[in-house]
């Protein structure tokens, strides 16, 4: 491997090894740089390389145990594989753009005997659909990262998916993908060096960020700038759009209903259809409350957030 260590890992506490992760861009960082990251937006990560992020970032069921899982996973790769697997205990750095770091999970080889990374993850029963084709693709860009970082061609991906599924996938180095994340991580970079945050995007990500930033409160009526007629117009032309595509499917929907009649299945031209009849059950909240106002009052939760509307 060509990448030079940035710092040695082994005995480093989380709070310290997060401290190291800011003076660059880690593998986990590339998809909300890209904004394909559910979880977090490019903004978000900026504030939190700009030592702008008040919340550290909470350390979660999921992700306790993917670090319980992680020795058991690598060693069960190498006895499936029959490779060897030596763990990494270093944050690396690439030799020609330092911003680019690397927390890789093993080093292992191919089946030429060439070095190659080992990525090792978890997934809930309820990722099994996203791991149908492959890796996912924010999944992909992290890898290629590393790849990147490393200098290596191969990296095989180790999953454990609902506790009981293992499944090993390989992914070649693309040297067009690295050379997008080169350019693009640098962009970023330029970015948090010099304090210049990155267009507000329109993840759910971003959405939330905003959610937990501005708290609202403030009831006198702004006057907003002329800048922002772009983003009304903007919103009036989706939200149109949006109801004449919902329009458009009801329309769809309701003619395959009358040709389906009262058969529950169908399928035409490779697509499966359902129209199966649902039992649901749900509480009458307003019954409740009217007959039992105590029992209502003891177990009712109440949540706080603000509502955009725009007419």
Avoid at 218 to 224: A, D, K, N, P, Q
Avoid at 250 to 260: D, G, T, V, W, Y
Avoid at 265 to 277: D, E, R
């Amino acid at each position: 491997m060509n990448a030079n260590i940035l710092v040695e890992t082994e005995g480093l506490s989380h709070e310290e090894w997060l401290r190291w992760r800011k003076k660059g861009i880690g593998g986990s960082d590339v998809s909300a740089i890209l904004g394909i990251n559910k979880w977090t937006s490019a903004i978000e990560l900026w504030l939190d390389k700009t030592n702008q992020k008040n919340d550290p970032v909470e350390v979660n069921e999921a992700m306790q145990w993917g670090t319980i899982l992680e020795p058991i996973i690598r060693d069960h790769f190498a006895a499936v594989t029959g490779k060897a697997v030596m763990e990494v205990k270093a944050m690396l750095q690439h030799p020609d753009y330092p911003f680019m770091l690397a927390d890789v999970d093993g080093v292992t080889t191919d089946d030429n005997g060439n070095p190659a990374i080992l990525e090792i993850k978890t997934a809930s029963e309820y990722k099994r659909d996203e791991w149908s084709d492959g890796v996912p693709t924010y999944y992909q860009t992290q890898v290629q990262h590393y790849l990147c970082v490393t200098g290596v061609s191969k990296a095989y991906v180790a999953v454990l998916i609902g506790g009981n599924s293992f499944r090993i996938y390989e992914v070649d180095a693309d040297p067009e993908v690295q050379q997008m994340l080169i350019a693009v991580e640098k962009n970023f970079w330029d970015k948090v060096q010099n304090m210049v945050r990155p267009d507000m995007d329109g993840s759910d990500a971003a959405k939330d960020l905003l959610d937990q930033i501005y708290r609202g409160g403030v009831e006198e009526e702004i006057i907003l700038p002329e800048e922002a007629v772009e983003w009304v117009d903007a919103y009036i032309e989706a939200s149109a759009d949006e109801d004449n595509a919902k329009a458009k499917k009801q329309e769809a929907s309701n003619h395959l209903k009358e040709i389906m009649g009262d058969y529950d299945k169908a399928s035409c031209m490779g697509h499966s259809i359902s129209w199966k009849t649902v039992t649901s059950e749900r509480l009458d909240t307003k019954a409740l409350k009217e007959k039992e106002p105590e029992i209502y009052s003891k177990y009712i939760k109440s949540s706080i957030s603000r509502r955009f509307t725009l007419k």
